[in-house]
């Protein structure tokens, strides 16, 4: 089993859907959770961080499940701009990071 | 915020051409730098960490000669890819870690490499 996974997907959606991520990791010691955005051909750039009481960005929503060991991305109303690989990122200490593979989310016109 | 360069964006390069790829914290002091390396539709892959003044510490199956890292400053890693063959064509990101507990990484922005 993968220590961090997550659908490759692709997803495609229309413009102004809803769309949810989620992302499973195995280590239970792990201290904190990113969503990463990268574009083709890009450095990854940070979305948010995920917070245990579950945080919101204007449409963008993360949620932590610890018990499960998951976290989850929401994006309300799709932006084509929003077309992009959704990293999920698990931190077990400073030193230590983990990724998953990424979900390709393509919006559509 | 913390600002990580790297330095070329991309290379196009003969089959045993060596490569160095540079990354610098521009406003920071890094003692670890991380190097990955991603291939298309795939996660980023570790492949060792530089430490300033000492070793690096590479992943199974990262070959030390091939990858050939110095981290001579607490402002500057280098990796090199000696006798870079079209296998090792690639997308290389560089990063410092988190500067404190809750933190993001900080990535450079990534160099394309591509042998001929």
Partial sequence: RKEVEQDPGPFNVPEGATVAFNCTYSN?????????????????????????????????????????????????????????????????????????????????? | GAVVSQHPSWVICKSGTSVKIECRSLDFQATTMFWYRQFPKQSLMLMATSNEGSKATYEQGVEKDKFLINHASLTLSTLTVTSAHPEDSSFYICSAPPNGPNQPQHFGDGTRLSIL
Avoid: H
Wanted: proline share 2%.
């Fill in chain 1, 28 to 109: 239970s010691a792990s201290q904190s959770f990113f969503w990463y955005r990268q574009d083709c051909r890009k450095e990854p750039k940070l979305l948010m961080s995920v917070y245990s009481s579950g945080n919101e960005d204007g449409r963008f929503t993360a949620q932590l499940n610890r018990a499960s060991q998951y976290i989850s991305l929401l994006i309300r109303d799709s932006k084509l701009s929003d077309s992009a690989t959704y990293l999920c990122v698990v931190n077990i200490d400073n030193n230590d990071m983990r990724f998953g593979a990424g979900t390709r989310l393509t919006v559509k016109p």
